[in-house]
């Protein structure tokens, strides 16, 4: 599927609020989709593979969130 390209806010402030609201959306998808690969058995190698990370990074950014809601914690 081939659109028309992007079009941008002019003015840089407006840009870049769009930029952070895209990350922090981003980072929301990413962890929901690595918990739930957790749950159904991947391991940190293959989810880094998706992710197109090394395994420590993975492992570094979402195994302490996904420890924590294992174990019943709802502050993390």
Known sequence: ??????????????ALAAVGALRRLADR?????????????????????ALGVTRQAAHKKHARRFAARSRGATDV
């Not at 599927?1 to 407006?14: K, Q, R, Y």
């Not at 929901?32 to 989810?47: D, H």
């Open 1 to 14: 599927m081939v659109g028309a390209p992007p079009t941008f806010p002019e003015d840089p402030a407006d």
């Open 29 to 49: 998808v990413e962890g929901a989709a690595v918990e739930r690969a957790l749950a159904v058995g991947w391991s940190f190698t293959e989810i880094a593979e």
